[in-house]
């Protein structure tokens, strides 16, 4: 063995002690007793490292074995703490400004394999189908187990117009399937609006990204303008929203909300606690709203959900949310590099962490597909009986053709828990009418 690297790797050891080189071996003890460092495990890295080093079928890289450490340390603390390199801190900053290149796919690691989270609407992911809890077990001809989600990604990245085959698992289904997806440049616009009904609009935000707060504000004062009046009720559609930042959740919840606590973050220490509270000021002035959400919603997703639902500002509907309910802060390297980790949980306005949990909405509403069913055949009502007798007070009424369907079917065909909400916000406004 090398005695000149041995000896390197426990100057190294010292250092990260924080003691000196002639330290007796009595005070090495009290520091370490008053400090609580594993000694025996530092001791236990280092041989390790050496033996690695020495020992390895191939030459490694001391700085390629460190990195691996590191990252291995922070991986092992929780599925949302990680290391980023350079090149992956790079991606990071770009994905949050909402364009990259790639698929259009959130995801994690779960059992090895990479797991959806949601694909991202309007993108090659979305149009193929793919869902929520999804498993892709492999890309391409390579076998996703013992990749890391970095490899994963990187692999899945590439120039736009190249193809990608994903191997899927999916629940309840018997076999793995295939689906090849064209990469194409990702420009997500997280905001979108429309008009459902004269007086009720719909707005979905697809992630929190930076202008979230600012683009939802835009979206509001267009529906006003295209409706021609204020909003009578809104439907805010967080369904397979993997969330985002933080302060971009705190932002959108603050558009809806006159006063009260949006959330607050508690970390290890108690002094740690962080509260955001609401603005004055209500963008849809008191009107009613309804806030959609399902598995897929997630984090900052839940966070908004969260502070309407428990300050009783919005009726929350559909299927419990994923549950993730830690904070992460990332913390720039004098290398360039970055680690990403969780230093705090969120908490709702009436205290409650759903981490793991998830939010259970106020009225729950399954995915469903409807379809039009006929009507009998021989079935008659008295206006279809020859020589009537006309309603008291009218004339009888002359026969006018039917209006032509929707070729969809329309809402409740094509989305039905969307098609309830507007019922429901409907009510509402009727409801807050006669108050």
Known sequence: MNSKGRGGWFLLMGLLLGLGLGVGQSVLADKASNQKVPLDDIRNFVEILERVKQEYVEPVDESALMQNAIRGMLSGLDPHSSYLDASEFKEMQINTSGRFGGLGIEVQMEDGFVKVVTPIDDTPAARAGLQPGDLIIKLDDTQVKGLSLTDAVNRMRGEPGSQIRLTILREKQDAPFVVTLTRDVINVQSVKRRLLEPGYGYVRIT???NDAGKDLEDALSKLVAENKAPLRGLVLDLRNNPGGLLTAAVEVTDVFQDSGLVVYTQGRE???R?????KP??????APMVVLVNGGSASAS???AGALQDNKRALVVGTRTFGKGSVQTVLPLPSGDAIKLT???YYTPGGRSIQAE??????ALQPVKVSKVDAPAGLLRESDLSGRLAPEGKAAPVATPTAPEEKDGGLVATDYQ???SLNLLKGMTLVQSRR
């Open 270 to 272: 108690k002094t740690s």
């Open 302 to 304: 839940e966070i908004v």
């Open 281 to 286: 000021g209500d963008s849809l002035r008191g």
């Open 343 to 345: 230093t705090a949980r």
């Open 418 to 420: 969307l098609y309830e």
């Open 207 to 209: 992630q929190f990204r």
């Open 274 to 278: 962080q509260d955001f509270p609401s």
């Open 358 to 363: 998830g939010i259970d909405p106020d009225i």
